[in-house]
């Protein structure tokens, strides 16, 4: 919290503490207007002087009361200003942590993609043509890409592909965040969205 939102939330604090104060006093004020009324009807005395003496403390009751009605509403007026800078102030901060953000990566770069030091891993991957994708792991992209989820299982029977290569290929996926799942050679592999990216970018 910066330094100005918090002096602007002790603001509206301290403005509706004295908001609180205010309205007892209102209430204060009203009930004691209201116990002098009833004196005055029940006052007796043939001169009038009880009469004027509470008449007098009545009218100067009613002018304390207009006052502490007109010091409450502009109270209000100073919270709700209040609460509006403080509004303000954040969605300023999430305008700026918006802008902030990194901006995610729309091209991908093969040569990092497909980066590894295994050969094994290299040799499953692109069939021991350097940076070539083999013919077989573009088709699982392809098949994956249509389907969305499939079982590791299902995917290299109908691919005519052994299963423990499949399982390389999906471990490799997953590392690199195109598909979830798959962690099991026997579980379910569901395709994300930019693995349609990646299967462009293979052509």
Do not use: Y
Not at 60 to 73: E, F, P, S, W
Not at 152 to 177: E, Q, T
Not at 180 to 190: L, P, Q
């Amino acid at each position: 919290m910066t330094e100005s939102e918090d002096f602007l939330r002790q603001r509206v604090a301290q403005l509706e503490a004295e908001n609180k104060a205010l309205k007892v006093q209102l209430q204060n004020t009203e009930q004691g207007l209201a116990d002098l009324q009833e004196e005055r009807i029940r006052a007796v005395d043939p001169r009038g002087e009880i009469e004027a003496i509470s008449l007098q403390q009545i009218q100067a009751l009613t002018g304390h009361l207009l006052r502490l009605r007109q010091k409450n509403q502009q109270l209000l007026k100073q919270i709700q200003l209040a609460e509006k800078a403080i509004a303000e102030k954040n969605r300023e901060l999430k305008a700026q942590k918006e802008h902030q953000k990194p901006k995610q990566k729309t091209e991908l770069d093969l040569e990092a993609l497909f980066e590894a030091d295994d050969r094994e891993l290299k040799k499953t991957l692109f069939g021991g043509g350097g940076m070539k994708v083999s013919l077989e792991f573009k088709d699982f992209i392809s098949f994956l890409s249509r389907h969305k989820r499939v079982k590791i299982a299902d995917a290299a029977l109908l691919l005519d592909v052994d299963r423990s290569r499949v399982k390389k290929w999906v471990d490799f996926l997953r590392s690199m965040d195109f598909i979830s799942g798959g962690v099991e050679i026997h579980s379910t592999v569901v395709a994300k969205p930019k693995l349609n990216l990646l299967l462009r970018k293979l052509g």
